[in-house]
């Protein structure tokens, strides 16, 4: 692996280590048999490719509430390249797919052994994860990966993402494993029904009809009438006649074939079971959703993720110190990319007229290229300070004030 050699925080020598109790027992990711539904792969892609277009940013709030993007190891790591194998689409998408799958997500950040700094940060895909407690009860993970290597690793330096959080203190999911036997149940009836409509559409093709000769024949002679027959269905093939002539000593009895498909609705019925299952609607997965619809997607799927991995990163990349400074990772979504024209039109007069967006900015939303001086802010003259509202509506202000004081 080659990724394990941050120090962990505590200066305490481990003396010796010890399993935990049942209530947090070992996790085995339980769920790679769903992968094999091509309904799940494409619920997973749809939320992991929506979640890779978050942009991941360290910035800190100011005593006067603004944002400022810090710089340094982290912002580059964070914006630029997270680790020499992945991009930041690659790195959340990845984080995001491990997430779905197992209900956990381990991302581990690698530190510069000498410099102390940021060199990466990896999405761990271990095959068992243990929680395990030294003397001082400090916990640890445990870490078992599938080339046999194992790495105990301090529970606080690695970030620890998790879903369907609540039956377990360490892990996501139903108990040591990923939650996914409800939705095993779902995928089985679903693979039972495709497995109907399959036979259903082999048994259109099968025989049709049999041809019954009339009279004894001896082996070769009804061989003879075989390929006779044969023949005649060739030629009607190709000359595009639906009739096939057969003589008298021969007679068609059709096969009654009725194959019964199931019903649309009760495919639906099961598919939107499988999507519930992943938050994401039928528009969202055939791609054909409008903003309404891409916005209840975000607020119900990707934003919860999007809050979760940002206080993770936070807490995991940033010292107490930094944090009570105002210093977090934060996931930054361009929403308004998937709105309507219309939509994008309102919102930029809106916010240019508080002097929130600037030109370049919203010529950006609108998918057209900055301009020269683009960055300046533009502000409406008909919104004032709180504090100076009242003078403005009584026609006073600070220098009426002032000369009426002379007088």
Known sequence: MGLFKRKKKINEPVTAFKSLNTTLVPLVPFGGNITDSDVVKMCIDRVASQCAKLKMSYIKINEKGEQEEKHGDISFALRYRPNEFMTPFQFLYKVVTLLLINDNAFVYPLYDTYEGTLKGIYPLRPQIVEPIM???????LKFYFEDGSQYTIPYENVMHIKRFYGQNDIFGGSGSRGDHEALLKTLKINDALLQGVEG??????QIRGIVKINGILKEADRQKQIDEFNRAVKKSSSEGSAVIPIDAKSEYIPLNNDPKLVESTTLDFIQSKILDYFGVSKEILANNYDENEFNAFYESTIEPIAIQI?????????????????EKIILFSERLQYASWQTKVNA????????????????????????????????????????????????????????DNEW
């Open 134 to 140: 030294d003397e001082s009860e400090a916990l640890y």
């Open 200 to 205: 259903a559409v082999y048994s259109s093709f």
């Open 310 to 326: 940002s206080e993770a990163f936070s807490l995991g990349l940033l010292t107490d110190n930094q944090l009570t400074r105002g």
């Open 348 to 403: 930029i007069e809106k916010l240019m007229g508080l002097g929130i967006m600037s030109l370049n900015e919203s010529r950006a939303l609108l998918g057209l290229e900055p301009i020269e001086g683009g960055d300046k802010r533009l502000q409406s003259l008909n919104y004032v300070d709180a504090d100076k509202a009242n003078k403005y509506q009584v026609g006073e202000d600070d220098n009426k004030e002032d000369s």
